[in-house]
């Protein structure tokens, strides 16, 4: 029987975990080509013979997605696999309609598919889009384990955008291990919150490896999920976690919808900064598409350290870059401390862009003012330093997850802002956890 040909749309994340565990040693199954999309310069990159199994002689080539067409008649693919998230319904239907009119069939695998076995428990916790409030729901997660006496370790959904080999199991633990392993400013947003929790946290290519890592050293694992990403373990309890900011696009949005219709538990957060019309427009979808889920209200919290810096001062703000940028979001938490503590003006940031951040404002032109915390290299990171210092700004406001003083020499005072989640009413996160509570 002759191999149906494949290509595989991807964005450095997913993509990998479908090859490697539905198409890697698959014999009816050629993998020709993987599209890239989302993340700049991933395309420059192939997917290594080392990681790709005992079929594949060569490394498999990276192509931008808009070459698409192009692809599907040059190296005749029979099989277009979709392999990413945090994309519309029409987004991807548009992908099917080029598939389908290139002359190969569209498909997306579920994630029965893909999921890996495991062993020990694992709570997973996704959202219906990026920038929601899955990581500090996670980490509020680990905390609540872990007083309990429970060993935690959270696997994060994969952000390999460098060596696919080097990055093919990665265990963060301490601040030397970011630097060690050349991690960028969307991996330091992630890691370094877990790091300063003391619970390690896994990422890399290879998640069946990771998990048999990660099992060695916990008695519950968090699937702390990404980009609106499905969980690529099987979960024992499914959170997912819902924005009031972007309703209704808990219908809209691929594969956020899947998420909300699977989940267990469904957390409706920035409830004290969202609209009341909003939020009625989330739970009336909960009552209509997911009535068994129970359900947590929530607040996002600010954590402000020098809220006097702030007031009638003009101030630079620095929000989570994929929040606001695929995730769609038009500000985060540094805007509202701007608003909140009465800042003067926030400046234009688009104004002082330079190099590869320009590029983002063309790209997204949703993007006002705020500016997105960019650094997937060590020049755009370079792009993000020159630009802050360049700002005519009394004060930068870091609305980020990571310590950018960390990573740049800024030439301003700066403001650091975090957020915690904090449930209200009758359902909180301890109550839905209460099963595994064994003490």
Request: aromatic letters at 8%; glycine letters at 6%.
């Amino acid at each position: 029987m002759e191999k149906k040909r494949v290509l595989i749309m991807g964005a450095a994340g997913r993509d990998y975990h479908v090859f490697l565990q539905y198409f890697k040693d698959n014999p009816y199954y050629e993998v020709v080509a993987f599209t890239q999309n989302q993340i700049p310069g991933i395309e420059n990159r192939s997917f290594p013979k080392k990681l790709a199994g005992r079929l594949y002689k060569k490394n498999i080539p990276f192509y931008p997605e808009s070459q698409l067409p192009k692809l599907i008649k040059k190296l005749k693919v029979d099989k277009v696999v979709f392999a990413y998230s945090d994309v519309s319904h029409e987004y991807v239907m548009h992908m099917a309609s080029i598939a389908i009119a290139s002359g190969a069939d569209f498909y997306l695998l579920g994630p029965s598919s893909t999921y890996i076995e495991n062993k020990i428990p694992i709570i997973s916790v996704c959202a219906v889009r990026t920038g929601s409030g899955k990581s500090q729901t996670s980490r509020k997660i680990g905390q609540i384990l872990r007083d309990w006496g429970y060993r935690v370790v959270a696997i994060r959904h994969p952000m390999p955008y460098g060596d696919l080999i080097k990055q093919e199991v990665q265990r963060f633990a301490r601040y030397e291990d970011l630097d060690k392993g050349n991690a960028t400013i969307e991996e330091r947003e992630e890691y370094e919150p877990w790091i300063n929790l003391e619970i390690p946290i896994y990422a890399g290519v290879d998640y069946r490896k990771i998990l048999k890592k990660a099992e060695k050293e916990a008695d519950i694992i968090i699937w702390d999920g990404g980009n609106n990403d499905l969980s690529f373990y099987k979960p024992d309890l499914h959170i997912v976690v819902m924005d009031p900011h972007r309703a209704g696009h808990e219908l809209r949005y691929h594969p956020g919808e899947a998420n909300f219709r699977m989940a267990d538990v469904l957390i409706v957060n920035k409830i004290d900064t969202a609209r009341k019309e909003d939020i009625k427009i989330v739970l009336n979808n909960i009552k209509q598409i997911n009535p068994r889920a129970k359900v947590i209200m929530a607040e996002s919290r600010l954590i402000v350290d020098k809220p006097e810096l702030i007031r009638e001062k003009k101030v630079l703000v620095v929000e989570d870059g994929p929040t606001l940028t695929h995730g769609e979001m038009k500000f985060g938490a540094g805007t509202v401390a701007a608003e909140r503590f009465k800042a003067g003006s926030i400046v234009d940031a688009e104004r002082y862009a330079v190099n590869s951040l320009k590029k983002v404002y063309r790209k997204y032109p949703l993007l006002k003012k705020v500016l997105p915390s960019m650094g997937y290299s060590k020049s755009q990171i370079k792009d993000l330093q020159k630009t802050i210092n360049q700002a005519k700004c009394d004060v930068v406001i870091d609305g980020t997850p990571v310590n950018l003083e960390r990573l740049i020499k800024i030439n301003k005072p700066i403001v650091t802002v975090n957020y915690e989640l904090h449930e209200v009413g009758k359902l909180d996160l301890i109550k839905v956890l209460k099963k595994f509570d064994r003490r």
